[in-house]
C-alpha cells in the first residue's frame, strides 16, 4: 500500500501544480505606438486598465512633457467620459490680435484630464489623442499619468527607467521620437537558423514550464498506479500471458 499512497500524493500535487491560479502580469498605463517620427503628427492611444479587484478607476490625467511644445491637440470622444484640455502661453507669443487658429497655435498643452466616467474591475479604457507637431530633435517625450480610484486611491505613473536598473513599478507611458529615415534603415534582427528557431518556439516559459510539469508528474503518477496496481494484481492472481497492458492519458499630484 505504501507505492500506493506515494502515487497518490504525486497525482495530488500535479492536479494542484495545473490547477493553481497563474501569477497576474500586472499591466501599467502604457501608451502606443511608443515610436513617432520627428516634425510630424500622430494619434496616440493611451491604455489604463483598472488594477484593483475592488474599486473603479474614476479619473485619469495626463501630464504633457515640458521639453515639447505640442500645440495641436484634438480628442476621441470616450462615452461617458468629459475632457477637459489644459495649456499654458508660449514665451513671446503674442495673446491677442490673432484669429482662433492663430491663438491656439501660440500655446501649447499641458495636460488632459478625463473624468465622469469609470473604469470597472479587469477592465481598460483607451484614450485616443491626435497631437503634433512633434520635436525636430531626437529624444523621449514623457507622459507623467494619475490614476484615482473610486476610493480616493491616487495610482502615480511616473517613473522614468533608467538605462541598467531594474524595470520601475509605476513606469511613466514614454514615445521615442526618431528621423524617419532612422526608423527606415534601422538593421532587422538576423534571422535566426531553421533549427535553433524551432527549438525555441517549442521551449515553454512560465506558466508553461508549470502546466507541462504538472501534466508530467500526472502521466508518471497515472503510469506508477497502474504498475503498481499491476504488480499487486500479479502477485495475487497471475494474469493470462497473453494480456495486454493499459496505457496511461497524458495530456499631479505628481510627488509622490
Known sequence: MKPIRVVAATLVAGVAVLLAPTSPAWAHVTVSPSVATTGGYGTFAFKVPDERADAKTTRVEVVFPENAQLTSVSLRPVPGWKATVATRQLPNAASAGHDDDEEAANKAVTGIVWEGGAIKPGEFQLFEVSLGPLPTT???????????????????????????????????????????????NAPAAPAAPAAPAAAAAA?????????????????????????AAATGLRRRTPAPASAPLAEADTAARLSR
Do not use: C, N
Not at 507623467?144 to 505613473?157: C, I, N
Not at 509605476?170 to 514615445?175: G, V
Not at 502546466?211 to 497502474?226: E, K, M, V
Open 138 to 184: 531626437p529624444g523621449q517625450l514623457v507622459f507623467k499619468a494619475l490614476q484615482t480610484y473610486s476610493d480616493g486611491e491616487v495610482v502615480r505613473w511616473i517613473d522614468i527607467p533608467e538605462a541598467g536598473a531594474p524595470r520601475p513599478e509605476h513606469p511613466a507611458p514614454m514615445i521615442d521620437v526618431k528621423p524617419a529615415d532612422a526608423q527606415a
Open 203 to 227: 521551449t515553454p516559459t512560465g506558466d508553461g514550464v508549470a502546466r507541462l510539469l504538472g501534466w508530467a508528474g500526472l502521466a508518471l503518477g497515472a503510469l506508477a498506479l497502474l504498475t
